[in-house]
């Protein structure tokens, strides 16, 4: 009767042992597939925003070069701009000159 006692606290502890052990090893692995979860949503969202920044980014160098574009090759705005100094420094820069009415772009 004595042996059945042990037997069965023997067994308890076992029990009680292994039912912890693997609580802590699902809640291990429970906490790291959040946390990979959490990653790969904080990487997709940097990402998005990366993309979102250099579109803007794009974009902003499209319309610039349009604009310069627009001033370089049409006479009469590259005319008026040579006579406003708002922009008379950008078309120096571009080495844009009015030689004898003409608009001359220098290399």
């Not at 039912?19 to 906490?31: H, N, P, R």
Request: with cysteine; proline share 0%; net charge positive.
């Amino acid at each position: 009767m004595a042996e059945t006692r042990n037997i069965n606290k023997e067994r308890w502890i076992w029990g009680i042992l292994i039912t912890g052990i693997s609580t802590v090893f699902g809640a291990l692995l429970k906490s790291n597939a959040n946390y990979t979860a959490s990653l790969e949503r904080t990487v997709k969202q940097r990402d998005a925003t990366i993309t979102a920044k250099d579109s803007s980014c794009a974009q902003d160098k499209r319309s610039m070069a349009s604009y310069y574009e627009g001033v370089i090759k049409n006479k009469d705005s590259t005319i008026l701009a040579l006579k406003d100094d708002k922009y008379r420094s950008v078309l120096d820069l571009l080495n844009v000159k009015k030689v004898n009415g003409k608009i001359k772009i220098e290399q």
